[in-house]
Nanobody, 119 residues
Framework: QVQLVESGGGLVRAGGSLRLSCAAS????????MGWYRQVPGKQRELVAG???????NYADSVKGRFTISRDNAKNTVHLQMNNLIPEDTAVYYC?????????????WGQGTQVTVSS
């Protein structure tokens, strides 16, 4: 049973920092792209940042220069360092990963972690 478990959300003041982590567990053959998405009530889930197995990254324009995504292929983990947070970053953040396991290859989602930035 493959699952993604997130940690690191919380409440922070504007200008502060948080670090989100996500660990994939289960019988995993390989992981391709890993990423972070976020969603606020009434809006679609949006990509925040992604990283390929080879380390290529991409970011939403709204977080460029403030957020950094990284991964550890040996540990099947992905992290999101969020600096200079602003109230507009408030959302539920979801980890996503393209995983190949006994069930074949598909995208998996974490349960979500709340990030709240106060002004």
């Amino acid at each position: 049973q493959v699952q993604l478990v997130e940690s690191g959300g919380g409440l922070v003041r504007a200008g502060g920092s948080l670090r989100l982590s996500c660990a994939a567990s289960g019988t995993i053959f390989s992981i391709n792209t890993m990423g972070w998405y976020r969603q606020v009530p009434g809006k679609q889930r949006e990509l925040v940042a992604g990283v390929t197995r080879g380390g290529n990254t991409n970011y939403a324009d709204s977080v460029k220069g403030r957020f950094t995504i990284s991964r550890d292929n040996a540990k099947n983990t992905v992290h999101l360092q969020m600096n200079n947070l602003i109230p507009e970053d408030t959302a539920v953040y979801y980890c996503n990963a393209d995983i190949r396991s006994w069930n074949g290859g598909r995208a998996y989602w974490g349960q979500g972690t709340q990030v709240t930035v106060s002004s």
